[in-house]
Nanobody
Framework: QVQLVESGGGLVQPGGSLRLSCAAS????????MSWYRQAPGKERELVAT????????SYANSVKGRFTISRDNAKNTVYLHMNSLKPEDTAVYYC????????WGQGTQVTVSS
């Protein structure tokens, strides 16, 4: 079965950096686009970044453009989210997602940006 397991979240000061990882299993990882979403308290889940199967195409939410970078390692079945210049408004639970005939989600990893 499809499994997505996120890691790498934590508490970071404003201006800091984090790298999130999502280990995927149960499907042909290299054949599917991968995405990162986030959900802040009291807000709807929002799409943060998406990467195509080979990494040749990416898209980002306007709020994270220039600060976040999505990448993937198809040999390791892993997708990453590199987050720089973090702001308090980036505080949220971050989820990776894959559409494999339906949407699959990981359990999420908490990112808190606070001094």
């Amino acid at each position: 079965q499809v499994q997505l397991v996120e890691s790498g979240g934590g508490l970071v000061q404003p201006g800091g950096s984090l790298r999130l990882s999502c280990a995927a299993s149960g499907f042909s990882f290299s054949s599917y686009a991968m995405s990162w979403y986030r959900q802040a308290p009291g807000k709807e889940r929002e799409l943060v970044a998406t990467m195509s199967t080979t990494g040749g195409s990416t898209s980002y939410a306007n709020s994270v453009k220039g600060r976040f970078t999505i990448s993937r390692d198809n040999a390791k079945n892993t997708v990453y989210l590199h987050m720089n210049s973090l702001k308090p408004e980036d505080t949220a639970v971050y989820y990776c997602s894959a559409w494999v005939f339906k949407a699959y989600w990981g359990q999420g990893t908490q990112v808190t940006v606070s001094s």
